[in-house]
């Protein structure tokens, strides 16, 4: 996800005029006595400048301010109102609601934020009560990560996320990563690819503060299961990405790759922005037994000063018979994008195999 305060002007208009009529007359069909002309009245006007997120918490507030105010019951309509909403972004509503107003009643909250992550997620609300009541909220976090519901299961892991894209920090999970090791734990072989995503993004979080904490962890995790074995790797990716060689012996990946690279060719030597980057190589085995090998590339971007910033990029990962050859090729549009800008001048380009470079090469970009 992009942050919030520069999502694309398209992705807002989720919360359009048209959106807001169909909460209000979704609500006033489970709510009778709600308020419809006075919830528009709050919301519309002003509503064009507002960024995503800013239109999703104004639906909030005005969904409070003509909703009961007894939060049981406003939670009550809320809960019937859930199947009702035609988007499921928008049902971040619901949990919004809860993260905002919910906090004088811990049960029901807990309950609702349950209930609401299926039409959407909950992910963003549950972290209100970590950052209030960390012990209380993991503890019942715990409980979730061992429930049938696989959206569930996810809002343990995902909610717990250190650095959860689109939300604020959490200090204490930051500092101390095995106050939700128990939640992890019950995930680190899960069945579902949803929940197994989450576990190793968490994980993945964890690695650019505690590293070792994460490899220590992995290292003793049951890895000849396809499902933990596919979190360590994902899990894993940042620190591969690096060359940590502890992280590669996770995967299997640990020793030098005994290969000899032949016939590298980056081309074309010079292109522009919107053309495309060719590579291919070959890598040959020099061993007498299969080895397992992490192949990434390295593109060293030029930056406005003349300097370089290095980006690594994901190969492939293969397993290489003896005296096998193979054959490796990437295509790359070279284009601009928010979170990088390109710079004419020369970019050097590298092979990595198994944390060590092998080749070098690169192309010149003209502006």
């Known amino acids: ?138 503890a019942v976090m715990q409980a979730w990560s061992l429930d049938k519901s696989e959206h569930v299961r996810r809002l343990a892991s995902e909610g717990s996320r250190p650095r959860l894209p689109w939300s604020f920090r959490l200090d204490a999970l930051m500092a101390d990563p095995g106050l939700a090791a128990p939640i992890l734990e019950n995930l680190k072989a899960d069945d579902s690819l949803y929940v197994r995503k989450s576990v190793a993004n968490h994980l993945n979080d964890i690695t650019k503060t505690h590293p070792d904490w994460v490899l220590e962890r992995l290292e003793g995790w049951p890895l000849e299961n396809p499902h933990s074995a596919w979190i360590a790797r994902h899990a894993l990716r940042t620190l591969i990405k690096q060359g940590d060689r502890r992280a590669l012996a996770v995967i299997g990946a640990g020793k030098k790759a005994a290969v000899q690279l032949h016939d590298f060719s980056v081309s074309p030597k010079k292109l522009r922005l919107g053309e495309r980057l060719d590579l291919s190589f070959r890598l040959v085995s020099k061993a007498r037994s299969s080895q397992r090998l992490v192949v990434d590339y390295t593109i060293h971007y030029v930056k406005k000063s003349g300097a370089s910033s290095a980006k690594v990029f994901k190969l492939k990962e293969l397993t290489l018979g003896a005296g096998e050859t193979v054959v490796l090729t990437r295509s790359q549009v070279i284009r601009d994008f928010t979170t990088r800008v390109h710079h004419a001048g020369h970019h050097a380009v590298d092979i990595v195999v198994n944390g060590e470079r092998l080749a070098e090469g690169g192309f010149h970009l003209l502006r």
């Open 1 to 138: 996800m992009t942050s919030a305060s520069t999502a694309a002007p398209t992705l807002k208009n989720i919360f359009n005029a048209d959106r807001f009529r169909h909460v209000a007359e979704e609500t006033a069909a489970v709510y009778p006595r709600f308020d419809a002309a006075r919830f528009l009245e709050l919301a519309l006007p002003g509503l064009d400048p507002l960024t995503l997120m800013q239109r999703l918490r104004c639906m909030t507030e005005s969904l409070h301010a003509t909703l009961p105010a007894d939060y049981k019951k406003a939670v009550t309509v809320l809960r019937k109102l859930a199947p009702r909403i035609n988007s499921s972004f928008v049902t971040l509503v619901l949990p919004d609601y809860v993260g905002l107003y919910g906090h004088d009643d811990f049960d029901t909250s807990m309950e609702a934020l349950k209930f609401f992550t299926a039409f959407g997620t909950s992910e963003f609300a549950i972290r209100e009560f970590l950052k209030r009541d960390p012990a209380r909220t993991l």
